[in-house]
């Protein structure tokens, strides 16, 4: 069985939503899914201050597990238009992985949030991917044939470079059915392709 990781950061709640909905529909790609979180690098202190969701449930990564898997799916917010310190911090450690091939040939894909609709999605998705190149990984994107991205009688995120969200200037927009559903297709999007490639 393919065998893919969902790997997030979540200050508020947006990604963690969005990677349960990648994760299920990966799952319903035939994957074994495994849902996990970087660490928090705020003070405990401060992150409730600015109230960060503190009580997410997913287990913490480790760097040395992500060879055991086919696929990952990174989940990031944005932070002036790139990936957070928190998973920066995280994927800067890989380079261990990346000295002795470790990624080569898996798959690759990302998904976002945002607090507008051009809050820095596509910079943040493709400055992610450039790691993943880096590693020699083999990027997903959220196709075409997903037309929830083309719709225009609503407010929604998602790009050929992967499903997105938007969590609104105070962050009190909580990803939509649509968004949602994007999510979703890309997780079995990636499901398909990696278990194409392992076969």
Do not use: C
Request: glycine share 14%.
């Amino acid at each position: 069985m393919t065998k893919v990781l969902v790997l997030y950061y979540s200050s508020y709640g947006h990604i963690e939503t969005m990677a349960q909905a990648v994760a299920d529909g990966a799952r319903s790609g035939g994957a074994d899914v495994a849902v996990k979180r970087v660490p928090e690098l705020v003070p405990e202190a401060a992150a409730k201050a600015t109230h960060f969701k503190v009580d997410q449930a997913a287990p913490l990564a480790t760097i040395e597990e992500l060879p055991d898997y086919d696929a990952i799916i990174i989940g990031v917010p944005t932070r002036f238009g790139g990936m957070p310190a928190q998973m920066k911090n995280f994927l800067d450690q890989t380079g261990g992985l990346w000295f002795t091939g470790k990624l080569i040939g898996k798959i690759g894909a990302v998904f976002t949030s945002t607090g507008s609709q051009h809050g820095g999605q596509e910079s943040t998705i493709l400055s992610t991917h450039t790691l993943l190149l880096h590693h020699g990984m083999v990027i997903v994107g959220l196709p075409y044939s997903w037309a929830g991205q083309m719709k225009l009688d609503e407010i929604t995120g998602g790009s050929p470079y992967g499903a997105t969200t938007i969590a609104g200037a105070d962050g009190t927009r909580q990803p939509s059915l649509n968004e949602l559903e994007g999510a979703r297709f890309q997780g079995k999007h990636v499901a398909s392709i990696a278990a194409k490639l392992v076969g």
